[in-house]
């Protein structure tokens, strides 16, 4: 069975003080790997897909790494304005285009 | 442009009742998703369109649970004799379709079920 593991599910961070997210999944096949960004009351907002293992996407404060078992979210120097609960998914390879989803993990920058 | 909207925000009904929930999709967006967010849990998979069909219905929990899309447009999740385990916050995302394509979400249905 598709899954999707994420850890750890609530992290505390003084602003300024580095961290990753782990992505782990166990998939037939995997199409791509997304990471989401879900602020309270709000819908999941995109931030990036990989496809392959090796690859890397950066945004601002945020890179996401890939390997054959797992993706890793890097947070550099936090700012409080990066609380927020961070979501994985995956599609599989298949005749389906739905993405399986982690449970999340709930980030806290105290300044 | 305007993103993925969802309505009504907040729904409160009485268990029993049927409710409908209704999701526009940003335009030109060929697939539609709907999903599921119970309190402290992941997004549950619900059904993908793709188009007016649906391809993959596979997680719709019951047979109270059906949707509908139109015009390869506004798409409407209807629930029926609804119970206290259907509280939860239903999400609709779209797509441009080709695979891989990020999904957008709107900010979801909070559905009470009292």
């Known amino acids: 069975e598709d899954q999707v593991t994420q850890s750890p599910e609530a992290l505390r961070l003084q602003e300024g003080e580095s961290s990753s997210l782990n992505c782990s999944y166990t998939v037939s096949g995997l199409r791509g790997l997304f990471w989401y960004r879900q602020d309270p009351g709000k819908g999941p907002e995109f931030l990036f897909t990989l496809y392959s293992a090796g690859e890397e996407k950066e945004k601002e404060r945020l890179k996401a790494t890939l390997t054959k078992k797992e993706s890793f979210l890097h947070i550099t120097a936090p700012k409080p304005e990066d609380s927020a609960t961070y979501l994985c998914a995956v599609q599989t390879a298949g005749n389906t285009d739905k993405l399986i989803f982690g449970t999340g993990t709930r980030l806290q920058v105290f300044p | 442009g305007a993103g993925v909207s969802q309505s009504p925000s907040n729904k409160v009904t009485e268990k029993g009742k049927d409710v409908e929930l209704r999701c526009d999709p940003i335009?030109?967006?060929?697939?539609l998703y709907w999903y599921r967010q119970r309190l402290g849990q992941g997004l549950e998979f619900l059904i993908y369109f793709q188009g007016n069909s649906a391809p993959d219905k596979s997680g719709l929990p019951s047979d109270r649970f059906s949707a509908e899309r139109t015009g390869e447009s506004v798409s409407t999740l209807t629930i029926q004799r609804t119970q206290q385990e259907d509280s939860a916050v239903y999400l609709c995302?779209?797509?441009?379709?080709?695979?891989?394509?990020?999904?957008?979400f709107g900010n979801g249905t909070r559905l009470t079920v009292t």
């Open positions: 335009s030109g967006h060929t697939a």
């Open positions: 995302a779209s797509s441009l379709g080709p695979l891989s394509s990020p999904l957008h």
